[in-house]
Nanobody, 122 residues
């Protein structure tokens, strides 16, 4: 059974920083990519950043320059550093493991974490 657990969220003042972590555990043979999404109240879930197993990174335009995604492949963990936080960054941040294969013969599946709340006060 694969689980993704996010941590690092919280309440922070505008201009501050947070580092989110997401650890995937369980039977894992490989993961194609890991990423972070966020969903603000009343809005759709949106992409924040993704990183592939080969290290290719993409960022949403709304966070470019303020966000850094990184990955520890050996630990199946992905991190999201968010700097210069703004009130509009307030959202639940979700981690995704895309194209995860539990065993070499298994098909690929996508998994989501439960989310971690980030609240930015002005």
């Amino acid at each position: 059974q694969v689980q993704l657990v996010e941590s690092g969220g919280g309440l922070v003042q505008a201009g501050g920083s947070l580092r989110l972590s997401c650890a995937a555990s369980g039977s894992i043979f490989s993961i194609n990519a890991m990423g972070w999404y966020r969903q603000a109240p009343g809005k759709q879930r949106e992409l924040v950043a993704t990183i592939t197993s080969s290290g290719r990174i993409s960022y949403a335009d709304s966070v470019k320059g303020r966000v850094t995604i990184s990955r520890d492949g050996a630990k199946n963990t992905v991190y999201l550093q968010i700097d210069s936080l703004k009130p509009e960054d307030t959202a639940v941040y979700y981690c995704e493991a895309r194209g995860l294969r539990a065993r070499v013969t298994d098909p690929r599946s996508d998994y989501w974490g439960q989310g971690t709340q980030v609240t930015v006060s002005s």
